[in-house]
């Protein structure tokens, strides 16, 4: 039975990732300062720590005291807007936080990691699905944190012979299938979330722009289930452990959305009318940020199942009524 230590587990994606662990059988620890992650979220079976990844000693002393295998490393800094005032909170989290699991890593002969990057890394690509060899050029810091994190994965490769995944995830959503658990922020960016919510208060959705070179004005997005995502983790894992091997793919569905047909969608789930108002667009955002994921289908083996546009919605709706 493996033990793999997931940093960030009581996160959004973490929490369901841990959960697919346990029932595959893996041993969990987590380790979370539950800065935005949430004891609600946490399996009752996995073991916790509560810890900032920061606390090189107090993560060193988890190393010390379970025999781990793996790790899957969630823990990071991910608001897009935060990080362009506030760079060193994402370079001390995304960055020197992971070099402290590095170097634990590294101490304690742990050889496989499987990091949560982002489709931030690419910037705004000039082609329609990205693929995971097209250039890089992140336009946020918060994409520059995942790119460098990437980087250091790469000479850690080199110089210690530690395997990684990357995954670059593109627009995780939705939740548990019955509504039983979802995302939970303190301070909510994400579209669904927001257009739910408006739709709830019964107040108007602002769209950030509809003046973009796209099939109807407003940005094309590659919505992908947290369950799918989750999925991929574990893929991730029997790949390093059956092929020894570094590697990196992108996690999305290949299938775009606009911001203005999910609105559509979201009504008709949902049953009820929203105010639209358009709204200046927003600094930073790519007008198409869409998946080539052949990579993943034909490496890993891994299909979306959860991620079509309606289980996403009817089950991020399901998870915000819930009583
Ligand atoms: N949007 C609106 N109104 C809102 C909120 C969002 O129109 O109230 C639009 C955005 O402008 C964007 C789309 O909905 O076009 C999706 O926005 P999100 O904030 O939900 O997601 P992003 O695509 O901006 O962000 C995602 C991830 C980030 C990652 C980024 C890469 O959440 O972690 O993709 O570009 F960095």
Redesign the pocket.
């Known amino acids: 039975m493996q033990t793999i230590l997931v940093t960030g587990g009581a996160g959004y994606i973490g929490s369901f990732t841990v959960d697919k662990l346990i029932k595959k059988g893996f041993i969990v620890v987590i380790v979370d300062n539950l800065s935005s992650g949430n004891k609600q979220n946490m399996n009752e079976k996995a073991e916790f720590r509560e810890l900032d990844i920061l606390d090189k000693e107090a993560l060193e002393k988890v190393f010390s005291e379970f025999n781990i295998d793996a790790v899957v490393h969630f823990a990071g800094k991910?608001e897009?807007e935060e990080s362009m005032y506030d760079p060193k909170k994402y370079f001390d989290n995304n960055i020197l936080g992971g070099l402290n699991i590095l170097e634990a890593m590294r101490k304690n002969n742990v050889k496989n990691i499987v990091f949560s990057s982002?489709?931030?890394v690419y910037g705004i690509p000039n082609k329609k699905k990205v693929s995971e060899e097209a250039e890089k050029k992140p336009i946020n810091f918060?994409?520059q944190t995942k790119l460098w994190f990437e980087e250091l994965l790469e000479w850690y490769d080199k110089i210690h012979e530690i395997k990684s995944v990357c995954l670059r995830y593109f627009?995780?959503a939705g939740a548990a299938i019955d509504g039983s658990k979802g995302e939970i922020r303190k301070k909510e960016?994400?579209?669904?979330p927001?257009l739910f919510d408006k739709i709830q208060q019964q107040q108007p959705?602002?769209?950030?722009?509809d003046d973009y070179p796209t099939r109807d004005g407003t940005?094309v997005?590659d919505y992908i289930h947290v369950l799918d995502l989750a999925d991929a983790h574990i893929r991730a894992l029997s790949y390093l452990e059956e092929n020894n091997q570094s590697n990196i793919f992108n996690v999305g569905t290949s299938e775009g959305i606009s911001?203005k047909e999910l609105v559509e969608q979201a009504q008709k789930i949902t049953g009820q009318t929203t105010q639209i108002q358009i709204a200046p667009r927003?600094p930073g955002?790519?007008p198409f940020?869409v998946a080539d994921n052949t990579k993943i289908t034909q490496t890993l083996n891994w299909r979306p199942r959860y991620s079509d546009v309606s289980t996403i919605l009817e089950s991020a709706w399901k998870w915000m009524n819930r009583k």
């Open positions: 991910i897009v982002s489709a931030a918060y994409g627009n995780a960016t994400h579209v669904i927001i959705f602002s769209i950030f722009g940005c997005r911001v927003r955002d790519p940020l």
